[in-house]
């Protein structure tokens, strides 16, 4: 992870920070940028949340450690999405971990200034509480499709929101229990996929075919 400044975002990155800046207006000289290598933790689950996050670009996994040291795959976030907004709002007591699937940049505010700011900030807290509800009907809407189509539909469309530059590389394990489907379940699909061309076995994991991943995965839109 590195500090950087506005003149090392990209374009993008720029037009997201220009039209997101107005959120953070009372505390827009404490905003910072930060970029983050694949694989690279936004925030580790052991260590205290001393950031609210709001990612310009790249994509995340949020992963809950169960006491046994099991893993388990809580939710993904892109760009334009909040990172730690429950830890702001005391909601959520113990962070998750926060591992970036590709590179990550992101903008930053002290925790503490956040809270000593931005909860009193109407319009910032009238934003937060429209994300908070969006991301709940999100959730509600994803389980819903778990129990109404079926895996090559909903595999198709995780590999698609876990990849990274063309491969996906995700644990089993991990992804099973994501997708509630049994292991044995998950590798079939796995293998009729392979088969069928849709994705190939690399040393950097599997290649995929997103065009032909997205034919299956548009079901679900």
Same mark, same amino acid.
Request: proline share 1%.
């Given at each position: 992870?590195?500090?950087?400044?506005?003149?090392?975002?990209?374009?993008?990155?720029?037009?997201?920070?220009?039209?997101?800046?107005?959120?953070?207006?009372?505390?827009?000289?404490?905003?910072?940028?930060?970029?983050?290598?694949?694989?690279?933790?936004?925030?580790?689950?052991?260590?205290?949340?001393?950031?609210?996050?709001?990612?310009?670009?790249?994509? $995340?996994? /949020?992963? @809950?450690?169960?006491? =046994? *040291?099991?893993?388990?795959?809580? !939710?993904?976030?892109?760009? #334009?999405?909040?990172?730690?907004?429950?830890?702001?709002?005391?909601?959520?007591?113990?962070?998750?971990?926060?591992?970036?699937?590709?590179?990550?940049?992101?903008?930053?505010?002290?925790?503490?200034?956040?809270?000593?700011?931005?909860?009193?900030?109407?319009?910032?807290?009238?934003?937060?509480?429209?994300?908070?509800?969006?991301?709940?009907?999100?959730?509600?809407?994803?389980?819903?499709?778990?129990?109404?189509?079926?895996?090559?539909?909903?595999?198709? $469309?995780? /590999?698609? @929101?876990?990849?990274? =530059? *063309?491969?996906?590389?995700?644990? !089993?394990?991990?992804?099973? #229990?994501?997708?509630?489907?049994?292991?044995?379940?998950?590798?079939?699909?796995?293998?009729?996929?392979?088969?069928?061309?849709?994705?190939?076995?690399?040393?950097?994991?599997?290649?995929?075919?997103?065009?032909?991943?997205?034919?299956?995965?548009?079901?679900?839109?």
């Amino acid at each position: 992870m590195i500090k950087i400044s506005m003149e090392d975002l990209n374009e993008k990155e720029k037009a997201i920070y220009d039209q997101y800046l107005y959120l953070f207006e009372t505390v827009k000289e404490h905003v910072t940028c930060y970029k983050y290598n694949q694989k690279d933790m936004i925030i580790d689950s052991e260590k205290n949340l001393d950031h609210l996050y709001f990612l310009l670009s790249g994509k $995340a996994k /949020i992963t @809950l450690i169960h006491e =046994d *040291g099991k893993r388990s795959i809580v !939710h993904f976030v892109g760009p #334009e999405e909040f990172i730690g907004e429950l830890t702001l709002i005391d909601v959520e007591q113990s962070p998750k971990d926060v591992t970036c699937l590709s590179e990550c940049v992101c903008m930053a505010v002290c925790m503490d200034v956040a809270r000593e700011y931005l909860l009193s900030d109407a319009q910032f807290m009238l934003i937060m509480s429209r994300y908070i509800g969006k991301k709940l009907l999100d959730r509600t809407w994803f389980h819903s499709k778990q129990q109404s189509f079926e895996l090559r539909y909903r595999l198709a $469309a995780y /590999i698609l @929101l876990a990849e990274n =530059d *063309g491969y996906y590389d995700e644990r !089993h394990t991990e992804t099973a #229990e994501f997708l509630g489907v049994s292991y044995r379940h998950l590798l079939q699909t796995l293998q009729e996929f392979k088969a069928q061309a849709l994705m190939k076995k690399t040393k950097k994991g599997y290649e995929i075919n997103r065009d032909g991943l997205y034919e299956i995965a548009k079901h679900l839109e």
